[in-house]
């Protein structure tokens, strides 16, 4: 690859700006407006600078635009494309009527194969570069999105999905079944390029203890690998995990007796959790994937994203799609928003943009990686409009500080905003 510089308005972070009242000059923003960002033949970054690079840089005109950090969604379902917008039902409901039956078609390596490219090349499209993914429970499944991701050199974080339980014959494995495929795909997968396996529990009703014993035993085993799973997300669906698991103390306790709450562990939701479960994150580490858009779509609740952070424990931003109705982490960010407004918190588009960028590649351990513009990380980043159509126009024309405009992006903005998507410093996405 020939290294090239692109011209536009820079925007990252250094750090987390907090829940202050937002201004241009908040801790931890990195605002570089007209600057030059340079990408190596590697694909790395390897500089930013105000001034024009010498003529053997390519150069790349997006004066105008702004270039941000890929965003990075943290919880996410590849085989949930089919299920956006399914009408009328909470969580266990829509579970079994929509979301199983879909996944089901999985069964198919070829409907693998076609849904993991499909799903990546539209996470591209929404200007998210990477993500931590649910694959359904077929081995295939996960084979095909990890061959799709390293395609596009993309950094996905994956597993097979177990369980053993409370599903349609079809949709479960067994504790062998699952140990089995499990190391086979860590041991082709795990560490590959920019791949990493996650232990995939979908949560506590589908797995018996046995497999929940499992997970645990392989995430001990394979240093380097995640958890990913649900947790606390519907009232129906802790009523079931008491009655499941009448020895645990609380939904979470069911996975953390089995050493699945960690610091590599990503749970989504989190919006149930009692005071002891909250100081359990912190203590371990692990982060809550909040998933606003799912969240009010499903009529989950309202999760407590400032309350969580008082309290240690980090939280991430996710689609989770189809839950949630959109792979837009600018959709997320303003369902984020109204979730936290109707909590009496304002959101600002600092705090958000940060969580989808360097607050979740801290929260993964990737900031070395991903989610910055940082000297020497990837080139995953983005183009974006700050304003498409005649009303996102004329609000954009009004702003008058920056994080105005950007809020204004946040809440207005969608994928049609971006312009273009780079992944190591390769454009895999450009709006046509
Ligand atoms: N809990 C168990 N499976 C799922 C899922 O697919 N989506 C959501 N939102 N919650 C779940
Ligand atoms: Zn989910």
């Known amino acids: 690859m020939n290294r090239y510089a ?12 907090g829940w202050g009242k937002p201004h ?25 600078q105000a001034e ?41 409901h829509w579970l079994e009527t929509y979301t199983f039956p879909a996944e089901l078609r999985y069964a198919d390596p070829e409907a693998c194969s076609a849904g993991s490219n499909r799903f990546l090349d539209a996470l591209l499209a929404h200007g998210t570069t990477a993500a931590v993914v649910f694959p359904t429970v077929h081995k295939a499944s996960a084979e095909a999105l990890f061959t799709a991701a390293e395609q596009r050199g993309m950094r996905v974080i994956a597993g097979k999905c177990l369980m053993d339980r409370n599903a349609p014959p079809g949709l479960t494995d067994t504790v062998d079944s699952a140990e089995r495929d499990s190391t ?30 499992l997970a645990g035993r392989l995430l001990a085993a394979h240093p380097g690998t995640y958890l990913q799973t649900h947790v606390a997300e519907n009232q129906d669906e802790l009523r079931w995990v008491a009655e499941l698991f009448p020895d645990a103390r609380s939904y979470l306790d ?14 989504a939701h989190g919006i149930w959790l009692d005071a002891d479960d ?26 407590d994203w400032r309350g969580l952070e008082q309290e240690g424990v980090a939280v991430t931003l996710a689609s989770d799609v189809g839950g949630g109705t959109s792979l837009s982490m600018l959709r997320t960010m303003a369902d984020a928003y ?17 969580a989808a960028t360097r607050g979740a590649a801290t929260a993964l351990g990737l900031e070395r990686e991903i989610g910055s513009l940082d000297i020497g990380c990837v080139a995953d980043f983005a183009l974006w409009q700050y304003a498409v159509g005649p009303v996102a126009a004329a609000r954009d024309a009004a702003v008058s500080s920056l994080h105005e405009r950007l809020f204004a992006l946040m809440t207005l903005g969608d994928e049609r905003n971006v312009v273009s998507t780079y992944v190591a410093g390769q454009c895999l996405y450009a709006a046509a």
Do not use: C
């Open 6 to 17: 692109v011209r536009a308005d820079l925007l990252d972070f250094t750090a987390d700006p």
């Open 24 to 48: 241009d000059a908040s801790a931890g923003l990195r605002w570089r407006p007209d600057h030059w960002l340079l990408v190596d033949g590697s694909g790395r970054i390897a500089g930013v």
């Open 52 to 92: 024009a690079p010498e003529p053997s840089w390519l150069r790349l005109d997006h004066r105008g635009r702004l270039l941000m950090p890929g965003f990075i969604d943290t919880h996410v379902h590849m085989p949930q494309l089919e299920v956006l917008a399914s009408f009328g039902t909470e969580l266990l």
């Open 184 to 213: 086979e795909l860590i041991e082709r997968w795990h560490g590959r390029g920019r791949l990493a396996y996650a232990h995939t529990v979908r949560f506590a009703p589908t797995s018996s203890d046995a497999q929940l014993a």
């Open 254 to 267: 069911v996975y953390a007796r089995h050493g699945l709450v960690g610091a590599r562990s990503v749970l």
């Open 278 to 303: 909250r100081a359990l994150l912190a203590r371990e580490g692990a982060q809550i994937a909040h998933s606003p858009s799912s969240n009010l779509f499903l009529g989950s609740g309202l999760a």
């Open 338 to 354: 109204k979730v936290q407004a109707l909590r009496g918190v304002r959101l600002s588009a600092w705090k958000a943009l940060y």
